[in-house]
């Protein structure tokens, strides 16, 4: 008799245990929730500067931060981004063909769309009629003018916002022709995911693949979250009757059927996605982008519901699992290429906030 209460109490200790965590979950969902997780992670960030305000990592930071502004509304973002923009006085990076340069100058044009202030967009303006004047130098393993994966995040949305901005289809253009060559260079059809590099690559002539200790292709996580963020900020920008749309769209279904396979019980994706066993924990920054890219899916009808939208409410929960009590998002990959670098609770990257802030501004939009 008393082994039986004793399993009763149990069971009884167990249910109230799923009962509880069942309602903390959905707390993270509210939209009150979302915002004020949101605020907090930025204010945190915008105390703890790191790198160039012009840098990529900020360029991904920034896109987040503009769309915690359109998210919340609030004045004091708005604030924060201008003075960024005139700390760089409105200017992308120095290297002129360099996408991660360009980053940051999507958050400049979103912001010119609100304010209408020419001074956000005109820098760019004059970088890229230099660009597109001036031959790129290649090299072995850069062959290619966007010729690592996460450029793809970097470049393509930044021409095309400048392009629809400007009612200029040439941006629109050269986005596209420097966009299918990365994808002819690193896309694996087989895999449905973006080698890092031609480092990254098998079968390539001259090149020895480098291999996951399980044996398998190297297929890094952020930089393939890094595509899907690009392809949905590319596909959201091009118009309707825009004749390569369609290649975006399919580019980007194929990823997220491919992506939901390889997420993790915990709702995380790890930094390596073929041998997650080799990389325990879960990572962060591309944790983040595949939950924004998913749910904006979900939100504009491309992706079904049904299949995709408990993935985004997995990754959401173990995504606001990652967020240390001062509000920092923890388990993010330092700068690298590729899955090896070591990160703990405490690795924290601008990048990894911007991809959270991404990510709640569409979970929030889930119905």
């Given at each position: 008799m008393n082994k039986l209460i004793s399993i009763f109490l149990v069971l009884i200790i167990l249910s109230g245990s799923a009962f509880a965590q069942k309602a903390e979950n959905k707390k993270l969902f509210k939209d009150s929730y979302i915002k004020k997780t949101m605020t907090k992670a930025l204010d945190w960030?915008?105390?703890?500067?790191?790198?160039?305000?012009?840098?990529?990592?900020?360029?991904?930071?920034?896109?987040?931060?503009?769309?915690?502004?359109?998210?919340?509304g609030s004045k004091k973002i708005w604030n924060a981004m201008y003075e960024m923009g005139e700390a760089n006085q409105w200017k992308p990076g120095p290297r002129l063909h360099h996408a991660d340069d360009h980053a940051i100058c999507q958050t400049y044009i979103d912001m010119y769309r609100v304010s209408g202030e020419r001074k956000m967009i005109q820098p760019f303006i004059e970088t890229m009629d230099k660009f597109?004047?001036?031959?790129?130098?290649?090299?072995?393993?850069?062959?290619i003018t966007w010729w690592w994966c996460d450029a793809l995040f970097m470049g393509p949305a930044a021409f095309i916002k400048l392009g629809i901005t400007l009612k200029d289809n040439k941006y629109l253009e050269?986005?596209?022709?420097?966009?299918?060559?990365?994808?002819?260079?690193?896309?694996?059809?087989e895999e449905q995911l973006y080698a890092?590099?031609?480092?990254?690559?098998?079968?390539?002539?001259g090149?020895?693949?480098?291999?996951e200790a399980n044996g398998k292709k190297i297929f890094w996580s952020r930089g393939n979250g890094w595509v899907m963020g690009g392809l949905v900020r590319t596909i959201s920008e091009l118009p309707k009757d825009w004749p390569t749309r369609g290649f975006y769209i399919q580019n980007y279904?194929?990823?997220?059927?491919?992506?939901?396979?390889?997420q993790q019980a915990d709702g995380l994706w790890r930094s390596s996605l073929l041998d997650p066993g080799s990389y325990p924990g879960g990572e962060a920054s591309g944790t983040g982008f595949y939950t924004y890219a998913l749910a904006w899916?979900?939100?504009?009808?491309i992706?079904?519901?049904?299949?995709?939208?408990?993935?985004?409410?997995?990754?959401?929960?173990?995504?606001?699992?990652?967020?240390?009590?001062?509000?920092?998002m923890g388990w993010t990959q330092p700068i690298g290429a590729d899955p090896k670098k070591n990160f703990t609770a405490e690795s924290w990257e601008v990048y990894g906030t911007g991809a959270f802030l991404l990510a709640g501004s569409e979970v929030i939009k889930l119905e």
């Open positions: 960030q915008l105390k703890n500067p790191k790198h160039a305000l012009y840098d990529w990592t900020n360029g991904a930071f920034y896109a987040g931060v503009f769309a915690a502004y359109e998210t919340t597109m004047v001036t031959p790129y130098e290649t090299g072995e393993i850069r062959p050269l986005n596209d022709k420097l966009f299918k060559e990365c994808y002819n260079l690193l896309y694996d059809k890092r590099d031609m480092k990254y690559k098998w079968n390539e002539p090149i020895t693949p480098m291999k279904k194929e990823m997220a059927e491919k992506i939901i396979t390889l899916g979900i939100n504009n009808g992706l079904d519901k049904s299949t995709y939208l408990p993935v985004v409410e997995k990754a959401w929960v173990g995504l606001n699992g990652l967020i240390q009590p001062d509000g920092y």
